[in-house]
């Protein structure tokens, strides 16, 4: 199939990547002129791993093609997709100015019969705005579809390639044959394409991340319980994991979830049930929950040191809001690097891959602060003569780092934990004060 992706975000460049890849014709377009000539060039825009390969594959095919001109993208194809970003806006609700800027579009140049997907995460009721944003100026028949898209950072080519499902909402039946002749060659292992109406598949992506950040402040709060009872959350986490109506996954608790998608999407969905005076209690429950739990390791920061951490430096392993991504959207770190600034500490960070966007993100700071805040090139020059290490972010590097190796090189044997990757008696063995989340603090120093 001619297939056009509008939007080379991190979702419309893994998906017009993986539609190439099983053969499909696929012009990506953008309106950043310096981004599309990269991508010409062979450059990928975004960390992801597995996308590399097949994004040059596809390049090199002939099947995976970038423009800047949206009329020339989409006037052989029959499948458009829209993805484009709706961040929101300061009440929480989604920003759909871009999705129905390029309808508006869109509804000047077709000419002939065009499917429409929204693989945007949106309210509920956008494909009905879509639809009228195009049918003002078209003058042939469309159709538009829901196809929310469920990828997960740092495995997002696996999860496009061998979807759990894929969801359709549509109502046409000449839109649904063609979108499920398309995703065939992704779900011969039997997983469903499951279809519906666009507001169920609107609010499907919603409820799917909702219900999965509730689960993760669930166990946030858990911990914080579990600290004060002389509980170990682990052991928590793997006693109610092992019951199959509930699964291990979503379960580990940290410091706060963050990312493109769940912070955005819980604020949306809780915006969307207030415009129709629903008070979702539990979505607000999870959002101050999550608020308040990327700020837990910082006050085990100050609670240990004292409020004034002039003199003191802490060293960070991790920056991402998870591992394998360079996306710092909502990290954790973002806010505990400010407040470990503000109260006065100089800092050495060290991620794999965010670094330099966390770099741009405090480009803002006041001299004084910007020069406490320094970014190394490797994690161990981040743990040289420091006065405490922080581990924000779970990096498969992190797990296996020698213990006896960190304490060498720390001033202070002294670790704060937001991921929990260490073992407490490997830790206690060693000789370290050790501060993880929902645990009992080690303190063998």
């Given at each position: 199939?001619?297939?056009?992706?509008?939007?080379?975000?991190?979702?419309g460049?893994?998906?017009?990547?993986?539609?190439?890849?099983?053969?499909?014709?696929?012009?990506?377009?953008?309106?950043?002129?310096?981004?599309?000539?990269?991508l010409?060039?062979?450059?990928?825009?975004?960390?992801?791993?597995?996308?590399?390969?097949?994004?040059?594959r596809?390049i090199?095919?002939?099947?995976?093609?970038?423009?800047?001109?949206?009329?020339?993208?989409?006037?052989?194809?029959?499948?458009?997709?829209?993805?484009?970003?709706?961040?929101?806006?300061?009440?929480g609700?989604?920003?759909?100015?871009?999705?129905?800027?390029?309808?508006?579009?869109?509804?000047?140049?077709?000419?002939?019969?065009?499917v429409?997907?929204?693989?945007?995460?949106?309210?509920?009721?956008?494909?009905?705005?879509?639809?009228?944003?195009?049918?003002?100026?078209?003058?042939?028949?469309?159709?538009?579809?829901?196809?929310?898209?469920?990828?997960?950072?740092?495995?997002?080519?696996?999860?496009?390639?061998?979807?759990?499902?894929?969801?359709?909402?549509t109502?046409?039946?000449?839109?649904?044959?063609?979108?499920?002749?398309?995703?065939?060659p992704?779900?011969?292992?039997?997983n469903?394409?499951?279809?519906?109406?666009?507001?169920?598949?609107?609010?499907?992506?919603?409820?799917?991340?909702?219900?999965?950040?509730?689960?993760?402040?669930f166990?946030?709060e858990?911990?914080?319980?579990?600290?004060?009872?002389g509980?170990?959350?682990?052991?928590?986490?793997?006693?109610?994991?092992?019951?199959?109506?509930?699964?291990?996954?979503?379960?580990?608790?940290?410091?706060?979830?963050?990312?493109?998608?769940?912070?955005?999407?819980?604020?949306?969905?809780?915006?969307?049930?207030k415009?129709?005076?629903?008070?979702f209690?539990?979505?607000?429950?999870?959002?101050?929950?999550?608020?308040?739990?990327?700020?837990?390791?910082?006050e085990?920061?100050?609670?240990?040191?004292?409020?004034?951490?002039?003199?003191?430096?802490?060293?960070?392993?991790?920056?991402?809001?998870?591992p394998?991504?360079?996306?710092?959207?909502e990290?954790?770190?973002?806010?505990?690097?400010?407040?470990?600034?503000?109260?006065?500490?100089k800092i050495?960070?060290?991620?794999?891959?965010?670094?330099?966007?966390?770099?741009?993100?405090?480009?803002?700071?006041?001299?004084?602060?910007?020069?406490?805040?320094?970014?190394?090139?490797?994690?161990?020059?981040?743990?040289?003569?420091?006065?405490?290490?922080?581990?924000?972010?779970?990096?498969?590097?992190?797990?296996?780092?020698?213990?006896?190796?960190?304490?060498?090189n720390?001033?202070?044997?002294?670790?704060?934990?937001?991921?929990n990757?260490?073992?407490?008696?490997?830790?206690?063995?060693?000789?370290?004060?050790?501060n993880?989340?929902?645990?009992?603090?080690?303190?063998?120093?």
């Amino acid at each position: 199939m001619r297939i056009a992706v509008i939007g080379t975000g991190y979702v419309g460049l893994v998906s017009g990547t993986c539609l190439a890849e099983t053969g499909n014709h696929v012009v990506c377009v953008d309106v950043d002129i310096n981004k599309v000539n990269k991508l010409k060039s062979g450059v990928v825009t975004i960390f992801e791993p597995g996308l590399e390969n097949i994004f040059q594959r596809n390049i090199r095919e002939g099947r995976l093609t970038f423009t800047t001109n949206l009329e020339e993208a989409i006037k052989d194809v029959i499948l458009i997709f829209l993805a484009l970003p709706t961040p929101p806006n300061e009440d929480g609700s989604a920003d759909l100015s871009y999705v129905l800027g390029v309808a508006e579009q869109l509804g000047k140049i077709i000419t002939d019969y065009k499917v429409i997907i929204n693989k945007s995460t949106v309210p509920v009721g956008t494909a009905d705005k879509v639809k009228a944003a195009v049918a003002e100026n078209a003058a042939c028949e469309f159709d538009v579809i829901s196809n929310p898209e469920f990828l997960r950072e740092g495995v997002a080519v696996e999860d496009f390639m061998k979807p759990d499902r894929v969801i359709i909402g549509t109502t046409s039946a000449r839109a649904r044959k063609l979108i499920e002749e398309l995703y065939k060659p992704y779900v011969r292992q039997g997983n469903p394409i499951i279809f519906m109406d666009e507001r169920s598949a609107e609010l499907t992506k919603y409820a799917a991340n909702s219900y999965l950040a509730t689960r993760i402040s669930f166990m946030n709060e858990l911990a914080l319980l579990a600290e004060k009872l002389g509980a170990n959350i682990d052991n928590v986490r793997i006693g109610v994991g092992s019951d199959n109506r509930i699964g291990r996954r979503f379960l580990f608790p940290g410091i706060g979830y963050g990312g493109s998608c769940f912070p955005k999407d819980v604020q949306a969905l809780a915006k969307t049930a207030k415009e129709n005076k629903y008070d979702f209690k539990i979505l607000n429950a999870v959002m101050n929950v999550n608020n308040i739990q990327k700020h837990i390791l910082s006050e085990k920061v100050l609670n240990y040191f004292g409020a004034d951490l002039s003199g003191i430096t802490i060293g960070i392993w991790g920056l991402a809001f998870k591992p394998n991504t360079d996306d710092i959207r909502e990290a954790p770190s973002l806010y505990i690097i400010q407040e470990l600034l503000d109260a006065g500490a100089k800092i050495l960070a060290y991620d794999p891959e965010a670094t330099s966007n966390v770099r741009n993100y405090f480009c803002n700071l006041d001299e004084t602060q910007k020069a406490r805040l320094i970014f190394v090139e490797r994690g161990w020059d981040a743990v040289k003569n420091v006065d405490a290490l922080a581990i924000l972010t779970e990096w498969t590097e992190f797990r296996g780092a020698d213990l006896a190796e960190i304490k060498a090189n720390l001033k202070q044997p002294v670790i704060f934990d937001g991921r929990n990757i260490y073992d407490l008696d490997a830790v206690e063995a060693i000789g370290f004060y050790y501060n993880s989340i929902g645990r009992r603090t080690i303190n063998n120093i």
